[in-house]
Structures are given as C-alpha cells and as structure tokens.
C-alpha cells in the first residue's frame, strides 16, 4: 500500500517540481495519468496507485516520481500496462540520468562528426583510386572512422568476379599499412554488388 512507501517528509505539492527536461523522462504532474504502477525503494510493484496520493507521500524539494515505462492507453484501464510504471527518486538520482543521457548524446554526435564516409566504383580508375586512398590514410590518421563504400554505377561496364575481389584486396593492403588501421566490424553487402568495409585506426596524427 501506498502507506508502506511514506519515507519521505511531506511536503507542498507544488514546491520543488522539478523543472521540465526533454533529455529525462517525465516527472510528478507531467506523467499526465490519474494513476501509475508505483515501484518502490525495495523493488516491490504496486499496480495503479492513485498518482495525487504518491506525490504527498515524499518530500519534493529532494525527491521526484519519474516515470519508468510509458503507459499504453489503448489498454483497458482495468489492465496494469494502461498506466505508466514510476518510481520514486531523489533530484541527485535524477541528476545523473540526465547527466548519463547528456554524455550519451555528446559522444554520439562526436563520433558523427568525426566518421567519415567514401564511396567508390567497381571500375574505378588508378588515378582516381589513389586519390581516394590517399584521402581514406589521412581521415585514418587523424583518428576518424571511416565507412568505404563499393558499388555499381549506372552505365558501368561489366566487371569480373576476379577484378571486383582484386579491388576489395587492395583497399585492405593499402588501408593495412596505415598505423594501428583495422577493420573495426565485418564488412556487410556482396563483392562485385553494394560492398561496405568500416576501417578505424587506433593512433592519431600529431
């Protein structure tokens, strides 16, 4: 029962709200549900608890009711998957799950910006080819992933099995001698087709 879960001091309902964040789940009154599954401190699950009374059982100037899984609406009101799963924490916690998903969102747009991404023909000519390559060794020295795509282009002429593997061979002998450059997944697609190959190098240009 909700009595079970009444650690925290009383407080005025609308002091301490937390302020509104995009980058954390909803919080107190922004739950917008009459009622939630409440989980408690120890792990216990207390389905469609009234969500007025949950938000006077806990001080809200150091805790908040921050919602765990969203309910679905298209369930009956009777079933526990209508509502949301919520759990109580304190600003600190909340804290650093923002902190966490600042991080997250940091990182990933830095590896965005530092990948890089080459596209190339079956029938690529030598010129053309090295150039190419030359670019890919210093995207790889400077520290940047890099995504090598080979494929078809309109009005190709037909290639060979046997030349398609050829070129697939020397991106990885050339690449190879780069410092510290390796695959850094499987290759995906077909030889002689679409074919992408993810190169990294683990040293960086000074």
Not at 161 to 172: H, I, N, S, T, W
């Amino acid at each position: 029962s909700l009595q079970q879960v009444r650690h925290y001091k009383r407080s005025r309902p609308n002091s301490g709200t937390v302020v509104p964040d995009r980058n954390r789940p909803p919080c107190d009154e922004e739950i917008g549900t009459t009622r939630v599954n409440l989980v408690t401190s120890d792990g216990r699950f207390l389905p469609a608890q009234p969500i007025h009374q949950i938000l006077r059982t806990y001080n809200r100037e150091t805790h908040t009711l921050m919602q765990l899984q969203a309910g679905n609406p298209d369930a009956p009101r009777i079933e526990q998957q209508h509502w949301p799963v919520a759990k109580i924490v304190s600003h600190q916690e909340l804290r650093d799950i923002d902190a966490k998903k600042r991080e997250a969102i940091k990182q990933q747009k830095k590896t965005t910006a530092s990948s890089k991404q080459m596209e190339l023909s079956w029938v690529i000519g030598e010129n053309d080819l090295g150039h190419r390559l030359k670019k890919i060794r210093e995207f790889l020295e400077e520290g940047r992933k890099v995504e090598i795509t080979v494929t078809t282009k309109r009005g190709m002429r037909a290639v060979t099995e046997k030349e398609c593997a050829g070129l697939v061979a020397k991106l990885r002998r050339i690449l190879g001698t780069v410092n510290g450059a390796k695959e850094y997944k499987e290759p995906e697609g077909s030889v002689g087709k679409m074919y992408m190959m993810f190169w990294e190098a683990k040293t960086k240009k000074k």
